[in-house]
């Protein structure tokens, strides 16, 4: 497959390698960065979507959302760049296959090798829930294996942060309909209790190699997942375990209160799981829906705490009772006699269980464990590393199975090692970043920010001061950093705006923090070209002033030639808020002045103007009318740049005060007209004007 990408080097930082995959809003490549030579994964827009701003939203939200995160079973993000010509993110490029092509190879899963998934899975999501990032789009296609059997998952694309409005009628199937919850196909409001119902029939498809509902339509699917109920997994795969299946079921309930509430909650049911293969939670599953019985027949063929407390409570009864019967002196003796005997056989059936059932390596080193010739028949695999403030660097963290696990077959133990405690640097933000680009850095390490803007002569605006705390100083995640943002010079050198068109000039004026109003004039030059300025070109002013342009009649008016005189023109009034103080005049003149007809006067209107008699006259000048605009501006930044249109042409562009709640602009022609609103280019509202 060939692409214009492939052996392209974008932003001098990326060479393009090859696709690795397509979907609806993006293309991936495989990618070298150039800095480190290092193999990247590049996710870029594709070329048809960059002018929506919906995908742009979409695109730029996923790059929020997982630069929000980090985990080892999530792909992390590199860098990412969201500008009109081009927008991408660049992730970790995972080696492997996804979930959904690993079953299509292997078919049903063993329990083992799905509770191994789902494990890495629910902690992803877990991870992501905590900070109230809901994916909404949890499959098999969207889950990375890697050869080594860890997993990430991946495309945060039409994530929500749940801390705003979960529910919008544009959003309300978002997702893929084999995987989607009853909330998200009713538009109810979508949580975190949605991804856990995706993740169960994620799991019921690798336990039984199908899907849980399947027809014809798309549409049929949707509507099963609210009013179906799906086949057990036992019927489909005899080889699942009871207590496997009613965890699967439960998160794949129809109501969210009999549905698993949290993560945790069904990582707390596999672990009981992984202790004993044999459990049943006795969970009811007759209805439409999954109720959960109270929990006190689960059984584990082990004897409870509370079972051990009541024997030693019995014995120590019978010692107490045969000793009343003998002397004294004797008393001690059989006491000790008693215990003794009672502790070896504890120690003997002990050690003979201890045997057959895993020990605990947790907070073991891990190179000494692997080396030590007592467990020289356990084969070790490392899922992953991560900070710990509670193990130092290189010990165990976690295993699985879990310590006390009955041993069956393999002895096969994955852990987790510590890479010590989660303090570290604060990373390299400088004058090279901008704020977009710092963000994303910072919320990889799950950094609070506080952006602070202020006027510099020396940093571009938009771009890094500086950071407190500054690089290098040791940081954990949470911590408060304050990002130090350029608004440019408070004394601005005026760039030169001849020739330019009005919507070039407020571009350029934006970025230096100043504002236009103009004045039309008729004219030779193009139609909206700018002819003169006010202040000039290379004068000093300071940041917020309005640059007065006299631009050229978007519209031209029709001229008079044909008799040679002075004509006063009338100029239509000035768009903008700020009216021009004189008059415009054209004079228009011909080199046979004294061929002029002197008994001119009886074509002379009550105006004064001058007209030919055979030609139609002048048409009035354009209308206009005041307009007052109700505003509620972002309250996160100092300024906003305001553009006004009106049936497309820009009537007004300027800088203003966020605080401000009202806007006034002379609307021209008259009935019915469309205005538009943009806030920094964004589009804020439609107003009809009659």
Not at 473 to 479: E, N, P, Q, R, T
């Amino acid at each position: 497959m060939t692409d214009s990408f492939i052996g392209k080097i974008i932003d001098d930082k990326y060479e393009v390698l090859s696709i690795v995959g397509m979907g609806g809003m993006a293309m991936v490549y495989k990618a070298r960065d150039i800095s480190n030579d290092n193999i990247v994964a590049l996710k870029v827009m594709k070329e048809d979507l960059r002018s929506n701003e919906e995908f742009r939203t979409r695109f730029l939200t996923e790059s929020k959302a997982i630069a929000m995160l980090s985990h080892a079973n999530i792909v992390n993000i590199i860098d990412v760049a969201v500008r009109d010509d081009l927008q991408y993110i660049v992730m970790e490029y995972v080696d492997g296959i996804t979930l959904k092509e690993y079953i299509k190879n292997k078919g049903q899963l063993t329990c083992e090798d799905a509770v191994h998934f789902m494990i890495q899975m629910l902690k992803a999501l877990r991870h992501a829930h905590s900070k109230n990032v809901v994916h909404r789009d949890i499959k098999p296609q969207n889950i990375m294996i890697m050869e080594n059997g860890v997993l990430k998952v991946a495309d945060f694309g039409i994530a929500k942060i749940t801390s705003s409005d979960t529910k919008t009628m544009s959003e309300q199937t978002i997702g893929s309909v084999h995987y989607i919850s009853p909330e998200q196909v009713s538009g109810d409001s979508v949580s975190i209790q949605s991804d856990i119902y995706s993740a169960g029939v994620v799991t019921y498809e690798m336990l039984t190699g199908i899907v849980p509902f399947e027809a014809e339509r798309p549409v049929s699917v949707a509507l099963m997942q609210i009013n179906d109920k799906p086949r057990a997994l036992t019927e489909i795969n005899p080889k699942v375990y009871k207590g496997l299946e009613e965890i699967t079921l439960k998160a794949m309930a129809k109501n969210t209160e009999n549905r698993y509430a949290t993560t945790s909650e069904m990582l707390k049911d596999l672990e009981e799981f992984i202790q004993n293969p044999k459990i049943e939670f006795e969970y009811d599953l007759s209805g439409d829906y999954y109720t959960e019985k109270l929990k006190s027949g689960r059984t584990n063929g082990k004897e409870s705490v509370k079972t051990k407390e009541s024997m030693a409570k019995r014995f120590i009864a019978i010692i107490t009772g045969i000793a009343t019967a003998f002397i004294i002196v004797g008393i001690t003796t059989m006491i000790i006699l008693v215990v003794n005997s009672y502790m070896e056989q504890s120690k003997s059936n002990t050690e003979m269980q201890s045997k057959n059932r895993y020990p605990a390596f947790v907070g073991t080193v891990f190179d000494e464990l692997k080396d030590d010739p007592k467990y020289s028949d356990y084969e070790f695999t490392i899922l992953r590393y991560v900070n710990s403030d509670e193990y130092e660097k290189g010990k165990i963290v976690e295993q699985m199975p879990v310590a006390g696990s009955p041993i069956s077959g393999e002895m096969t133990v994955r852990v987790v090692i510590s890479l010590g405690s989660d303090a570290f640097p604060m990373p390299d933000i400088n004058e090279t970043l901008t704020y977009e680009q710092a963000e994303i850095i910072l919320l990889q390490s799950s950094l609070e920010i506080e952006k602070i803007e202020e006027f510099n002569d020396k940093v571009s605006i938009g771009h890094v001061i500086k950071t407190e705390p500054e690089k290098d100083v040791l940081i954990k995640s949470g911590d408060d950093i304050k990002v130090y943002i350029s608004k440019g010079s408070k004394d601005i050198k005026v760039p030169n705006l001849v020739g330019f068109t009005v919507e070039e000039a407020a571009q350029l004026l934006n970025s230096y923090d100043l504002s236009i109003s103009f004045t039309e004039l008729d004219s030779d030059a193009p139609a909206g070209s700018i002819l003169s300025q006010t202040p000039e070109a290379d004068e000093v002013v300071e940041a917020g002033t309005t640059i007065k342009l006299i631009v050229s009649t978007l519209e031209p008016t029709p001229k008079i030639t044909e008799i040679p005189t002075v004509v006063s023109t009338p100029t239509a009034t000035p768009r903008p808020t700020e009216m021009p103080t004189e008059v415009p005049t054209e004079i228009i003149t011909e080199d046979n002045d004294e061929d002029i007809d002197e008994d001119i006067d009886e074509d002379i209107d009550e105006e004064g103007i001058i007209h030919d008699p055979d030609e139609t006259p002048t048409p009035p000048p354009e209308m206009f009318e005041e307009l007052r605009i109700s505003l509620s501006l972002p309250s996160d930044k100092e300024y906003v740049s305001l553009r006004v249109e009106c049936n497309g042409a820009v009537i007004y562009t300027g800088q203003h005060l966020s605080s401000e709640t009202m806007l006034t602009v002379m609307l021209p022609g008259s009935g019915e007209r469309t205005v538009d609103l943009y806030c920094d280019n964004v589009f804020i509202q439609t107003i009809i004007v009659s």
